[in-house]
């Protein structure tokens, strides 16, 4: 584990702590066991009071997070998803005038859903350090070059001189997942054509601490973005804001343009949005500690009350987001079972709480009374697809009850 003391973006080291949630297995480190070893490590978030950035400090290896056994698969995740990413192809290469000879490259493309949204080239470049993912990206979402490492300056190089500049490049629910931010950016500015755009999408730090989105806080997530550390990024690498726009998707997210040149950046808006909410000033981290605490205790309590009853509770989904609940809340010996669509994810046991997991039938063959919808995210596609469930969902943050 690598532990930082200073700041990923300004290098500053005056820090404002917001959570801890102590010592906590990776969210996406499923065990096959009940008893396989696991490996625990600090879960703290910090606020760097020079430039705003939301981050941890404590560094899981990547190669443990992402490379061995990767289960989230974006096309198995949910169709919003799917309609989300395949919508952001479509959109990206009719604004970009995209044509046969330009290459797409998507960083950490997982199972290459967003690549295979693509209608106008099919030089498209999945960099994503999970071998299995990027296997499966070509042959299931015909991705032409599956590279199966981590984005570096390296690579960069390696693919100009394959395939020459790109003239997209996404990273979308990724770009939180970076520890070297300058190595990163420096293989951008080196892999983009002049006229090219680089467009990411991470969870907005707005929408967790407003919304209280505690659940978004794992290890795999270094980053928690505002907008002017993305300013501040851009800046120091020759580039600048070209577009911010916030999105729905994970419960509000931000999606932002980068281009090469000197101009001054856009997102003013989003900024003076998120000064109004305090998040420039460390009492909006206190407030929201309390009421994720808060939020933790009511649903501890009402699933204690619920299995005193006699009431069975399941999870309907098993995010990665789920693991930072359960152990946070402490909900392991309430949850008889999770459930989720991932095949990677069946079969397999929630780190630190030992729940097992199994494909969504096992549901409607063991219905239980409850059943904890955590991806609220997709509370809308879900709750559609189980109108029939006779039992209730509980929403795992507010704690109430939805059906
Ligand atoms: P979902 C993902 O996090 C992955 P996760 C990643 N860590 C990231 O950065 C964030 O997004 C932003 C299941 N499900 O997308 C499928 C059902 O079982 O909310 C998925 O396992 N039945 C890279 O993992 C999970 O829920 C269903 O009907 O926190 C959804 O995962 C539906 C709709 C989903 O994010």
Redesign the pocket.
């Known amino acids: 584990m690598i532990v930082h003391n200073s700041c990923r973006i300004c290098g500053e080291r005056d820090f404002h702590q917001v959570v801890d949630f102590g010592n906590q297995s990776p969210s ?1 480190k499923l065990t096959d066991h009940i008893n396989s070893p696991e490996w625990s490590y600090p879960l703290k978030l910090y606020y760097c009071k020079n430039c705003g950035l939301l981050q941890l400090l404590h560094i899981v290896p990547p190669k443990i997070l992402f490379q061995e056994d990767y289960p ?1 698969y974006t096309g ?3 169709k ?2 799917v309609k989300h990413f395949k919508d952001l192809a479509k959109l990206l290469e009719k604004e970009y005038n995209i044509t046969t000879s330009d290459l797409v490259v998507d960083i950490g493309g997982n199972d290459g859903t967003l690549l295979s949204g693509y209608t106008k080239t099919n030089r498209t470049v999945n960099i994503e350090p999970s071998f299995d993912q990027s296997i499966y990206s070509m042959q299931v979402n015909n991705v032409m070059y599956p590279i199966n490492d981590n984005f570096t300056p390296e690579v960069a190089r390696r693919l100009v001189d394959l395939y020459g500049k790109a003239k997209i490049i996404t990273a979308t ?2 770009f ?2 970076i520890d070297d931010l300058y190595s990163f950016m420096a293989g951008i500015v080196y892999l983009l054509k002049d006229d090219g755009v680089f467009v990411i999408e991470v ?1 907005h730090a707005l929408s967790i601490i407003k919304d209280m989105e505690y659940d978004s806080i794992y290890h ?2 270094m980053s928690y973005y505002t907008i002017n550390p993305l300013w501040h990024l851009a800046e120091n690498f020759g580039m600048y804001v070209s577009k911010a726009e916030k999105i729905p998707i ?1 419960g509000g997210s931000l999606r932002i343009y980068f281009k090469k040149g000197n101009e001054k950046s856009w997102g003013l808006k989003i900024a003076l949005e998120e000064t109004e909410a305090g998040l420039h000033d460390v009492g909006a981290y206190d407030v929201f500690c309390l009421r994720a605490e808060k939020s933790r205790i009511k649903l501890h309590d009402l699933l204690k009350t619920l299995t005193d009853q006699g009431y069975t509770i399941s999870g ?7 693991n930072t609940i359960i152990n946070s809340a402490s909900l392991g010996e309430y949850i008889d079972y999770m ?4 095949p990677a ?1 069946q079969g397999k046991y929630t780190p630190n709480s030992h729940i097992p997991i199994y494909p ?1 039938q096992y549901f409607y063959d063991h219905p239980t009374d409850y059943a904890i919808l ?2 609220w ?2 509370a809308k ?2 709750l559609e ?1 189980e109108k029939d469930y006779k039992g209730k969902f509980i929403h795992p943050l507010t704690g109430e009850i939805i059906s």
């Not at 309907?316 to 789920?322: F, L």
């Open positions: 996406n989230y198995k995740a949910s919003t998803i629910n990724m939180a997942h969870h795999e997530h994970h309907y989904g098993c995010p990665a987001k789920a459930i989720d669509t991932t994810k969504t955590f991806p995210n997709y596609e879900i697809k």
